[in-house]
């Protein structure tokens, strides 16, 4: 048994059992794929898929506990050659961060700012999309590290620790009605045309839960990923605005009034999420040291053993996600362990 035939093996999977696309995503031919394939069952003397005339229709449960088993033996060779560049003192490598736009634009930066200093052999590359997306890249080893916010259940395979918590925020123009409502309440909101997140009001966002919980359908008109596309849509007056309180900048958001609607809508918790089979290298404990305040090598050790014994979401003893407000509140990070300065 070769490590490649594993690879050609998980790659058909991954390409929905098309073994032209997997052979494609490998840069090699499909009969050599389909070869490698045909020796690894003869090996192994199973079956591994099922098979309609040349095509493969599914795996079969020998094939199923084959790939489970061909995951974890590649991600463990993965591992070995990170340890053994680590070991060798090699100080340049890539880390890859899939984030939505948000946390990319307006939490990040300056945190990234901070590790490059201190790796400055590390190159940073930033993946973009919902949280779904950015999940399932983490998951096909597609980037290192997952920043999202939502509920856990969307990183249950992964090993995922608290940043910090947030607030959504309305935001108007200046002359809009809202303006002198003092704490608009959600039948103030939906008599109005909303502009939001993608995917904010779908039946699993706790956005969309708070407005059918009391039975009141909100007019969304418009969504996007980038809040600065819904800022400038809000602008246009084509609808009020609900987004994260920290894509909202007083000073450079000008053309719009923030209103405070804090108790109206659930708190939110941004995480980082990573696999829970991943060899942390020195420069990623030092990036997870950036961004989840109060964590220590050893905390984060302590937080892998957790979640491998069955614990979904890990939180450090003592320490609460820290929370931002910039509009209402410190423009500083808080937290229980105090300010939270890079």
């Given at each position: 048994m070769k490590l490649q035939q594993l690879k050609y093996l998980i790659a058909t999977v991954d390409n929905g059992l098309n073994i032209t696309a997997a052979a494609q995503a490998l840069f090699t031919s499909q009969p050599g794929v389909s070869k490698q394939i045909r020796l690894l069952e003869d090996e192994l003397s199973l079956q591994l898929f099922v098979?309609?005339?040349?095509?493969?229709?599914?795996?079969?449960?020998?094939?199923?506990?084959?790939?489970?088993?061909?995951?974890?033996?590649?991600s463990e060779a993965d591992n070995i050659k990170s340890l053994s560049s680590e070991l060798a003192g090699e100080q340049q490598a890539e880390l890859v961060i899939a984030?939505?736009?948000?946390?990319?634009?307006?939490?990040?930066?300056?945190?990234?700012?901070?590790?490059?200093?201190?790796?400055?052999?590390?190159?940073?590359?930033?993946?973009?999309?919902?949280?779904?997306?950015?999940?399932?890249?983490?998951?096909?080893r597609e980037a290192d590290f997952a920043i999202a916010s939502g509920q856990s259940e969307l990183f249950e395979d992964l090993v995922t620790l608290p940043i910090y918590s947030w607030e959504r925020i309305i935001l108007v123009p200046p002359d809009h009605p809202l303006v002198g409502v003092k704490n608009p309440g959600l039948k103030d909101i939906v008599r109005y045309p909303i502009i939001s997140y993608t995917y904010s009001f779908t039946e699993e966002s706790s956005l969309g839960q708070v407005f059918s919980a009391v039975g009141v359908e909100p007019n969304v008109v418009f969504t996007a990923q980038d809040p600065d596309i819904i800022k400038t849509y809000v602008r246009k007056g084509m609808g009020i605005g609900i987004l994260a309180c920290m894509a909202h900048d007083e000073e450079l958001d000008t053309g719009l009034v923030a209103i405070n609607a804090s108790g109206l809508f659930p708190v939110l918790t941004t995480w980082v999420g990573f696999r829970r089979d991943r060899f942390l290298s020195e420069y990623m404990y030092g990036f997870l040291e950036k961004v989840v305040p109060g964590s220590t090598r050893s905390g984060i050790d302590q937080a892998i053993h957790g979640v491998a014994e069955g614990e979904n979401i890990v939180r450090f003893p003592n320490l609460e996600p820290v929370h931002k407000h910039p509009t209402f509140g410190s423009k500083k990070f808080k937290s229980c362990c105090g300010d939270f300065n890079l």
């Open positions: 098979r309609k005339g040349k095509s493969l229709t599914a795996l079969t449960d020998a094939g199923q506990q084959v790939v489970k088993r061909a995951r974890r033996i590649l984030t939505t736009p948000t946390q990319a634009r307006y939490v990040l930066p300056d945190m990234l700012e901070s590790f490059q200093r201190q790796y400055p052999g590390i190159t940073l590359r930033l993946h973009q999309g919902t949280s779904e997306q950015i999940a399932e890249q983490v998951l096909d």
